[in-house]
């Protein structure tokens, strides 16, 4: 087995202001149906509330629809809390 690939990474938690226990089980729900992988903070020892979000793994011409996804994923999580905001994210140059 060769060694893995690098790659950037961060850390990122949903807001309580912004997602209860509920909007959190409705992001995790819904990451399958934007075709997202995200890896759980329960796996690293945080809540449900965290995940780690790689960058190093998609080419950067998937990158900024796959961040794209992600902000349709949250809205829709949080819609019940907070009016729908866009966030967009364009593909590096």
Same mark, same amino acid.
């Given at each position: 087995?060769g060694a893995?690939?690098?790659?950037?990474l961060?850390?990122l938690?949903l807001?309580?202001?912004?997602f209860d226990a +509920?909007a959190? $089980?409705?992001?995790? !729900? %819904?990451l399958p149906?934007?075709d997202?992988?995200?890896?759980?903070?329960?796996?690293?020892?945080?809540?449900?509330?965290?995940?780690?979000l790689?960058?190093g793994?998609?080419?950067?011409d998937?990158?900024g629809? +796959?961040?794209? $996804?992600?902000?349709? !994923? %949250?809205?829709?999580?949080?819609?019940w809390?907070r009016?729908r905001?866009?966030?967009?994210f364009d593909?590096?140059p």
């Open positions: 087995m893995p690939g690098r790659g950037a961060c850390c938690r807001r309580t202001d912004a +509920a959190v $089980a409705r992001f995790w !729900a %819904l149906r934007h997202l992988q995200l890896a759980c903070g329960s796996w690293f020892g945080e809540s449900e509330r965290a995940f780690r790689g960058f793994y998609l080419p950067p998937r990158l629809p +796959a961040l794209s $996804a992600l902000s349709a !994923a %949250l809205d829709a999580a949080a819609a809390h009016p905001h866009h966030l967009h593909p590096p």
